[in-house]
């Protein structure tokens, strides 16, 4: 793992760049808008609840209600934003997000019926509530798409800043549908770091352990304040946001299919996640790779990218 040390001075100034934060009226979503504004970006918040008026009183961020499970909504966002104020999208910040209420467990351990009757009622149900995947998962899938399609556009491409979750690495076991969508938005990362670098875009995420957030129950926030252990401010959380969408890299974290370490020249922050917590910054995908040939076998390594390889028509996506 890899320690950084990320202050607020090493944010650029961002004049003249527009960026995108869905879900940032509160958490960890408006600390990052407040540090975008501080460093002069145009921001746009999509969330379903305005920002409070003392976040719009500093630098007049244009909210745009969206709910991002909501493929329209997401699209009327896109279109008010790149139609109605010919803005650019430099940064696209992928945060909203919810928990979950813990029926996916509850419904585990129910008793299942004993006659075709009792199953006929199940049916009739409905199936479970999965709208934690409907926000997490898929709004945060149609968010980076609808990012990536604007960003393609544009000479200078983009980045795209996922908030994941240390339960993607570590799971809570109250939370699964949470753990399970953060686990995917993970390997969305990983998948895409190896593309959107062929259309000048960057993705990356912040994973935060226990953050000031509205989408840790508070039934998991008091046992962890009550043992003396650390809750990361929403601030922390968002200038590691705000960090990986404007930061530089010396080489890129992985390579893959017909890669070459002959070729990698760096660029912008890319495929890389920052784990926050308490007041410290660590990029755990870097470790992750190196010690890969440990806990995956080196022959299995050897031979999953050799598989890679012949499947590697990357070279097809540049135009």
């Not at 650029?12 to 879900?23: C, E, F, H, N, Y």
């Not at 419904?107 to 006659?115: D, I, M, N, R, T």
């Not at 609808?146 to 939370?175: F, N, W």
Request: with cysteine.
């Amino acid at each position: 793992m890899t320690d950084l040390s990320i202050t607020n001075d090493m944010i650029p100034d961002l004049s003249g760049k527009t960026a995108i934060v869905t879900g940032g009226s509160s958490g960890i979503g408006r600390g990052a808008v407040e540090i975008l504004l501080e460093h002069k970006a145009q921001v746009f918040i999509l969330d379903v609840q305005p920002p409070p008026q003392d976040l719009e009183s500093t630098s007049n961020p244009i909210f745009i209600k969206t709910d991002i499970s909501s493929w329209p909504s997401l699209v009327d966002a896109f279109s008010t934003i790149t139609c109605v104020h010919r803005a650019s999208v430099d940064i696209a910040i992928a945060n909203a997000g919810v928990s979950e209420n813990g029926n996916y467990l509850q419904q585990c351990f129910s008793p299942a019926p004993l006659e075709s009757a009792g199953w006929l009622a199940l049916k009739n149900e409905g199936g479970p509530d999965y709208s934690t995947i409907a926000v997490n998962l898929e709004g945060t899938m149609n968010f980076v798409m609808l990012a990536a399609r604007v960003m393609k556009g544009q000479a200078d491409g983009g980045s795209i800043v996922i908030t994941t979750s240390a339960t993607a690495y570590v799971p809570e076991y109250s939370l699964p549908v949470y753990c399970a969508a953060k686990a995917a938005l993970t390997n969305l990362i990983r998948t895409l770091r190896t593309t959107l670098p062929l259309h000048n875009i960057a993705i990356s995420g912040v994973a935060p352990s226990a953050t000031e957030s509205s989408t840790i129950p508070p039934n998991l926030v008091a046992p962890i304040l009550a043992s003396g252990l650390p809750v990361s401010t929403a601030r922390h959380a968002g200038l590691a946001i705000v960090y990986s969408a404007t930061a530089k890299q010396s080489r890129r974290v992985e390579d893959y299919g017909k890669d070459s370490e002959d070729t990698d020249s760096g660029g912008r922050w890319n495929g890389r996640v920052i784990h926050t917590i308490s007041d410290t910054f660590t990029e755990v995908e870097d470790m992750l790779i190196q010690t890969r040939p440990q806990w995956w076998g080196k022959r299995n390594v050897e031979l999953v990218r050799k598989q890679q390889t012949t499947t590697d028509t990357r070279d097809t996506m540049k135009d």
